[in-house]
């Protein structure tokens, strides 16, 4: 009886691990009681696909002038600003210097400026993934100057002309631009501004408040009474000059003008009454003079001996 049944459980134990498969051998497989199920990308258990981000669109610009709204085509000078936040300084993210530029930006918070010479305009603009279109308005006129002398006008290269912004009582409170040449259009926000004429290197300067207006050039001739002398020390009245002399021009009050060294060197002067120092030779000559306006002309000094 033994016998037998021992070879039943025998029998049973050889079946058991003729059907146990290989993989189940395992043991990780044999510590979780069963066997690992195979991964499939199409388990609900996986996160769900995140939405696309909107794309970047076009942001397209153009600029007019106030007033007349003539298209502006020329000269201009534009920059968007990306707005990071608050106490954040915005950074620049593009420039353009056409007249009809075109950005391509990603969806955020944008400041589109334009500079037209010294005017300025400026958008808030927000991209959300679709094309914009913007028109800027620009304040702005121009100021175009020239010097003259009576009816004639004096050479671009003799005269030159600083602009300045008044503030409160002082005319000449901010620069905005100094060397400006005759016929040069210089752009500027609609305005009052004070304009400086300097004709020559000495005192001829005269002085002038301009109004500027939306969309209009403002010409303007700032007439200088003055004149340009050429200095000369001779031996008598039209003998040739002495070369090396040197000079200097006076107010009467003992101001000194100008100063210059030569044979024959020319002096721009205003209008009025001065006091003409030469010395050559370790010797000094002096001479009194009067300027008149237009009148250019030799101011000579004789060097008288004794």
Known sequence: MRTRLAATALAILVTGIALVPARAQDPIQNRLGGPLPSPSIT??????????????????????????GTPLR???????????????????????????PRFVLAPGTYTATVTYGFATASKRIVMAGQPVTETLRVAAGALKLSGAVGDQKIPPAEVSFSVFVPVGTNSEGRLVRSGIKTGELLRLPEGTYHVVSIYGESNAIQRADLRVENGKVTEATLNHRAATVTLKLVSAPGAEAFAGTAFSVLTPGGDTIREAIGAFP??????????????????????EFKVESGLDRDIEVVAKSG
């Open 74 to 100: 020329q000269g201009l000078a534009w920059r968007i600003y990306d707005e990071a936040g608050d106490g954040v300084r915005p950074s620049i993210v593009a420039r353009s210097s056409e007249a009809e």
């Open 43 to 68: 388990t609900p258990d996986l996160p769900p696909a995140l939405p696309s981000a909107e794309p970047e669109a076009p942001l397209s610009l153009s600029a007019l002038l106030s007033g007349p």
């Open 266 to 287: 020319q002096v721009t002067l205003a209008e009025g009454d001065y006091v003409l120092i030469a010395r050559h030779d370790g010797q000094v000559y002096t001479r």
